[in-house]
């Protein structure tokens, strides 16, 4: 079920994102990193998600932020929680509403918006294509349950240089608001 893809060389995450997409044959994908971990019911959560909103591109959880030292394993799932919000272009102001790995994705609509731009190689890749997402129109789905957690590791890409992710922030706003 699962299936190792390696590529020639190292060029970044949105190369390596995009290479994924290229590859699957699901009808979903979800991207994960090595700081992120899904928790055991993750994917059944999403799945019964998008069968009740067959029109979202997308459909999600919240995520939980713990330490780098935090074992996945030891986390306890939260009682599910029926609160959903719908999440489009005007409800987030123009912020990235979500981390990459708290949404399954329709793998058509990452294709149809060309996947994540390769030039975003210094971070922010994921803010940049769901703002651009949203900007064509797409809509999604998450519930306020809690079903996935980021390991903050020190050494981050965000966390490492602060004057370099403000940087990247900002082209992300620009390049997310270009003309299409």
Known sequence: RIRVIRLRRNSGLPSARNAGVAFTKSPFVIFLDSDDALLPT?????????????????????????????DWRTIREP?????????????????????????MVRSSRVRQ??????????GAEDAHFWLRSLRSGANYVRNNSIDSIY???????????LVRQA?????????????Q
């Not at 918006?113 to 210094?122: K, P, Q, R, Y």
């Open 42 to 70: 993750a994917l059944e959560n999403r799945l019964n998600l998008v069968g009740l909103n067959p029109e979202a591109w997308g459909v999600g959880f919240r995520t939980r932020q713990v330490p780098e030292s935090t």
């Open 79 to 103: 009682a599910p929680n029926s609160k959903v919000s719908w999440i489009n272009l005007p409800s987030t102001i123009g912020d990235s509403p979500f981390g990459v790995h708290e949404m």
């Open 113 to 122: 918006l060309a996947g994540f731009s390769e030039s975003m190689v210094g």
């Open 151 to 161: 390991r903050q590791k020190s050494g981050s890409m965000i966390g490492d240089n």
């Open 167 to 179: 940087n990247v922030t900002v082209q992300v706003m620009v390049d997310s608001w270009k003309a």
